[in-house]
């Protein structure tokens, strides 16, 4: 994978704190926790983009047939499922 050299500035605060993370050994230098960090917020974008998805589609779909009551049990079952 090709890479790009990237010149940041960030406050003495902000270096102590990667510097401990790296001191840790969380990460292996301050590269490898910017390039988490990175991913994490395009993963967390992703996942935006998905929900804002599934709300449109919600939203289009028009009013369902369905009561509370009966969302709610079917809720309650999935998750007594999942967590079994």
Known sequence: ??????????????DDWVKGLVESGKYGNDSEYIRDL????????DNLETLRNLLIEGEQSGPGDRGVTEIWNEAEERHLAENA
């Open 1 to 14: 994978m090709a890479m790009t050299r990237k010149t940041i500035t960030i406050t003495n605060q902000m």
């Open 38 to 45: 990175i991913r994490k917020d395009q993963s967390r974008e």
